[in-house]
Each structure stands twice: as structure tokens, then as C-alpha cells.
């Protein structure tokens, strides 16, 4: 439904095919937060767009869907990039919530209708619905981060079951191909797994010092063959326009002028140093951006971008919407209190931790850290999942069989709040034009 939603939104616009400079075209339209069109227009044209050294192979990876889409436009006459990537979006949305809800109730140890409950839950969140129609990578991120973590749970729970090096090293290259960051993590599951053994020579070569030299190489190729070229050429398309046209000229210098201010903070100059900001506040960049907006959206300035019109922090209209974060964050607390010493959820922490180290303390991406919520939220309905265990473990009297129901009444009252809230908000956003 929220596919349908996104495509009927430009649909005209987003099926032409002929005689359109497709870079123009979706960054004319496409208005989603922060989240970019490169994906619709690397299906409609090959281009290696994403910034390399966050994604370097993420173009080559979706190159046989631009193939595809070739041959469609050819044959039809319409540009199928939309349908094309809101089928991939499907089949990764589907199959994330299943292997959340086999994590839940394999892993945990939660009772079937406790993990469905939870896995509601989690696609209640804004930017996990969002994620699930935006062209860009982080579903993908998504769906491999939870195979990754069901494979391991089923290694860490079910001591019976092995995982080869070679089939970590797969998801290492495909993880990282995806985004660098998630490099770290991959690792993080095969020190878990294999403990002391992780050093040994040949697991490690083969699990992370080959994949890690595969993806190197295939940066340098794509570096040096494509995304030079590709920035040459645009750089000359650049020049010629403002040669051409002065308005454009001055459109680009106070675009210019505009970011260098909004990154005047940023820890250095570069594609990745500049989103690197030490100075803005930590609890307010908690209670609104990273927990608040991941889970509820902001209904002033709705999916604005930061970069161009929505300011860093915008408050929520109603006081209900800080008590419901509030109640997430507190929850979150007490589960990882419960479930600290299970290894799966070490090895889960481990993960969050990483993603609070790289935005909350170095600042990384933290004026627009909502659109990366598919790489950390799923730590929320799992540690949720240990504090429902617990919970059924002890109850025994009266009063514990009250705490349970009360538990999974609170998540599901908050589950049909933030359906309601998101829905609402996303519905009434894609349907003006």
C-alpha cells in the first residue's frame, strides 16, 4: 500500500522515457527528507552516483535492474524504474519482517503471537516505513542486517548449528558493498561467533580480510573506470550551464553559500568530514531526531530536508508524541538491563553501540540521523522481546500475569498510536502533489 502510495504520487512524471535528462527529472519531483533518487536514476540510466566511499558497489550491485528496465522501456515506451524498485522494496520488506519475527520467536524464545506483535511494532515506525519506499539503500541495509543477525542467533542459540567463513564473508562483502559501516558489524558477528577462533589465520583471511580486499578493489575499478568519468562529465555539463545561463549561475552559488554554512560546524572539509558536527545537542538530537522522528514523525515541516527548507529540530505539536517516545526509551533501558548477559543481545548492543558511536558522539549524519533508522531500530522490538520473555518466565502469580498483559497491551497500543500518527501523515503527504 505504501508503494502504491509513492508511485501514484508522480507517476506520469517518474514513467517518462523519452527526451528527459533523468537527473533533472527525479530531483525536480522527488521531495522524500533526506533521502536521495539515485537509485531511480542509476535504473534509468547507469550512472555510479552514491558516494563511493559509503557505497562502493551499490550501483554495480542494482546494474542487472537497470538492465531490465532497458529492455522494459524499449519494449513498452515507459520508464519502469518505479515498479521495477518498489518490487525489490516489497520482497526486502517482507522478508525483513520475517526474519525479524523468526528472531523473536526462535531466538528470543518469544511466543508466536508476542512476535508478530512486536514485529507490528517495529513497522509502525516512521522511517521504517519510510525506508520501505525510498529509493535508496537503506532497506537493502536492512534486509541483510537481520539475515545476518538471524544466521548468528541460530549459532549462538542452537550450538549444533555452523556457519563456514566463506558463507560470512558473502554477507561481508555484501553488507559492506552496500555501506562501508556496515563492515564493522559483519566482524562484530563473527567475533561472537567464533570467539578466540576469530583470529585464527585462515577464518580470518577467508571471513574478513578477503571480502574487505574484494571490495577495495572493486572501489578502485569502479573509482577509476566510472566515477571519474562520471564526475568529469558533469563538472563540463556544469560549466557549460553557467557559461549559458546566469540565473543558474547564481542558483548554484547560493546553493554553495547555503551548504558551506550548514556545515560551518563540520569537524573537516571532505565528502565525509564535513557531516561531522561536534556541536550540536546531544539530548535534544535524542528526544527529537534519533528516537523521536525514527518513531514518530514531525508533523510541521513533514519530510522536508534539512539541507534545503527543514530546520535541524522541530518540535511535535502534541505532548502525547514526547510521553510515547518517552515510554519507547524507557522500555529500551529496562529490556537491555534484563537480556545484558544473553550473547545475543551482546552481540545486538555491540551493533547499536555502533551506530550511537557514529552519530550521537562523533556527530556523523546527526542533523538528519532519522533516515538511518533501518540500520539500528530492530535492537527495539528484540530487546522488547527479552523483557516478554522475562516477564512470562516469572509469571507465576497473579500480579505477573497482569504485568505480561500490560506489557502487550502497551505495545500494542502504541503500535496502533503510531500506525495511526504515521499513516495519517504519509497518506495526506503523498497524495497532494
Not at 539515485?38 to 535504473?43: D, E, G, K, M
Not at 511535535?316 to 544473553?342: D, G, Q, T
Request: hydrophobic content about 50%; glycine content about 4%; aromatic content about 16%.
Amino acid at each position: 500500500m505504501l508503494n502504491v502510495l509513492a508511485i501514484q504520487q508522480h507517476f506520469e512524471e517518474f514513467t517518462c522515457s523519452e527526451h528527459v535528462g533523468f537527473y533533472s527529472l527525479f530531483f525536480q519531483y522527488f521531495h522524500l527528507s533526506g533521502f536521495d533518487p539515485f537509485t531511480y536514476v542509476i535504473l534509468s540510466e547507469w550512472r555510479s552516483l552514491y558516494v563511493l566511499s559509503r557505497h562502493p558497489l551499490l550501483a554495480v550491485f542494482i546494474y542487472p535492474l537497470y538492465a531490465l528496465n532497458s529492455c522494459l522501456m524499449a519494449l513498452t515506451g515507459f520508464n519502469c524504474t518505479i515498479f521495477i524498485w518498489s518490487a525489490v522494496l516489497v520482497v526486502l520488506g517482507v522478508y525483513s519482517f520475517l526474519f525479524l519475527k523468526r528472531i523473536l520467536h526462535e531466538i528470543v524464545g518469544c511466543k508466536r503471537g508476542d512476535s508478530w506483535l512486536l514485529v507490528a511494532f517495529f513497522a509502525s515506525f516512521g522511517y521504517i516505513m519510510l525506508s520501505l519506499v525510498a529509493p535508496d539503500h537503506f532497506a537493502l541495509s536492512l534486509f541483510f542486517l537481520l539475515l545476518t543477525l538471524y544466521v548468528c542467533g541460530k549459532v549462538l542459540v542452537h550450538h549444533h548449528v555452523e556457519i563456514s567463513d566463506w558463507h560470512i564473508a558473502i554477507l561481508l562483502f555484501l553488507t559492506t558493498g552496500i555501506t562501508t559501516t556496515n563492515a564493522l558489524k559483519i566482524a562484530l558477528v563473527q567475533w561472537f561467533m567464533r570467539g578466540r577462533k576469530f583470529f585464527q589465520p585462515k577464518s580470518f583471511l577467508i571471513s574478513i580480510v578477503l571480502p574487505i580486499v574484494l571490495v577495495a578493489g572493486g572501489y578502485a575499478l569502479v573509482n577509476e573506470y566510472i566515477q571519474k568519468p562520471e564526475q568529469e562529465r558533469r563538472e563540463r555539463s556544469i560549466a557549460q550551464r553557467m557559461e549559458r545561463d546566469a540565473s543558474f549561475k547564481k542558483k548554484l552559488a547560493l546553493s554553495h553559500a547555503a551548504a558551506k554554512k550548514r556545515h560551518a560546524k563540520g569537524l573537516a572539509e571532505g565528502e565525509n568530514l564535513y557531516w561531522v558536527d561536534l556541536h550540536l545537542s546531544r539530548p535534544r538530537s535524542i528526544i527529537e531526531n534519533f528516537f523521536g522522528e525514527s518513531l514518530l514523525f514531525h508533523a510541521d515541516h513533514l519530510f522536508e530536508d534539512v539541507n534545503v527548507s527543514r530546520p535541524i529540530f522541530v518540535s511535535y505539536r502534541h505532548s502525547w508524541c514526547y510521553s510515547a517516545v518517552y515510554i519507547v526509551l524507557a522500555l529500551l533501558i529496562w529490556s537491555c538491563i534484563i537480556a545484558f548477559k544473553n550473547r545475543f543481545m551482546q552481540l545486538c548492543l555491540s551493533w547499536f553501540g555502533c551506530d550511537v558511536l557514529l552519530h550521537l558522539c562523533l556527530g556523523f549524519g546527526l542533523t538528519e540521523v532519522y533516515i538511518m533508522t533501518a540500520h539500528w531500530a530492530f535492537v527495539i522490538p528484540i530487546a522488547f522481546g527479552f523483557l516478554c520473555v522475562r516477564l512470562q518466565q516469572q509469571a507465576q502469580g497473579r500480579l505477573m500475569r497482569q504485568a505480561v498483559s500490560t506489557f502487550r497491551l502497551l505495545i500494542g497500543s502504541c503500535t496502533l498510536l503510531f500506525f495511526s500518527h504515521n499513516l495519517q501523515l504519509f497518506i495526506t503527504f503523498m497524495l497532494q502533489k
